[in-house]
């Protein structure tokens, strides 16, 4: 019996050791999760203008056309030129009829730009010659914001344009800055 005492008192002082040194401690660690946004600056849609009538050289015409752009940055702009610069017919003979373009012709203007107005006979044909719209404000919505511009061919009582379909192109290149 006095043996089977020392071997329970023996596993006591054991297990008392064993279990005294068994210590479970919490260790806090952190994962730093990061990512990084670029600059976003891109047109959404550009439809065509056509006019709805025959230009009329003694009245002039208007039209309107619209360019929605999303950015999410505060400085960029808008370069802003065409193929030819006027309206050209192809055919026999080539005819042309010059027009003169008015951008960011909304009230207020959007993006915190101003109106930029292309006088007829100066529309710049390459993109390093274009007119440059500088904008300061972000889209309010992730649609994007409509810009209008006005396409203005100009009262030309001294004309004679020849019958036919005119055309030009018109690019918009936008610029993160």
Known sequence: MKKLVIFVLFGLIISG?????????????????????GAHVYILSSPDVTFDNPID???????A???TVRSNKASWSIKIYA????LVKTGAITQTIQYKIDFNTSTPTKFGGSLVTISAGSIPTTEVDATVAVMTAKSASSAGEVIDYLITVPV?????????DYTDTLHFVVVAS
């Open 17 to 37: 050791s064993v279990f005294a040194q068994t210590t479970y401690t919490t260790d806090d660690q952190v994962a730093l999760i990061s990512a990084s946004v």
């Open 156 to 164: 030309n009582a001294a004309a004679n344009y020849e019958e036919g």
């Open 65 to 67: 056309g619209t360019l």
């Open 83 to 86: 193929t030819n610069g006027e």
């Open 57 to 63: 050289p003694m009245a002039g015409a208007n039209k």
